[in-house]
């Protein structure tokens, strides 16, 4: 079993920065491939960013390329995003999640999540 929790978020004005961390804990974090996605009021969970269990691989949402950036310290057991030049339309609740064998935009292709963190972004 393998649970996460999400730190991180909060109010910011557009063009700004946070970093959301997921501090994972349970079974061996470096072997999974760990995702972020995001859930707006009155819209589906949609993928994010991606990042293999060795890190040499990275996805993201055509939408925020450029603009966030994933990454993970196997040694912590912790995931990040980085979050520069927010945009209103990313405000969200965003959500860290596993699965333990590959990348995949799917929500439902993951078997680990966390309970979200909520990421408010004013014009």
């Known amino acids: 079993q393998v649970q996460l929790v999400e730190s991180g978020g909060g109010l910011v004005q557009a063009g700004g920065s946070l970093r959301l961390s997921c501090a994972a804990s349970?079974?061996?974090?470096?072997?999974?491939?760990w995702h972020w996605f995001r859930q707006a009021p009155g819209k589906e969970r949609e993928f994010v960013a991606a990042i293999s269990w060795g890190g040499g691989n990275t996805y993201y949402l055509e939408a925020v390329k450029g603009r966030f950036t994933i990454s993970r310290d196997n040694a912590k057991n912790t995931l990040y995003l980085q979050m520069n030049s927010l945009k209103p339309e990313d405000t969200a609740v965003y959500y860290c999640?596993?699965?333990?064998?590959?990348?995949?935009?799917?929500?439902?292709?993951?078997?680990?999540w966390g309970k979200g963190t909520l990421v408010t972004v004013s014009s």
């Open positions: 349970g079974r061996t974090f470096s072997r999974y491939a």
């Open positions: 999640a596993a699965n333990p064998t590959r990348y995949s935009p799917t929500p439902r292709d993951m078997d680990y």
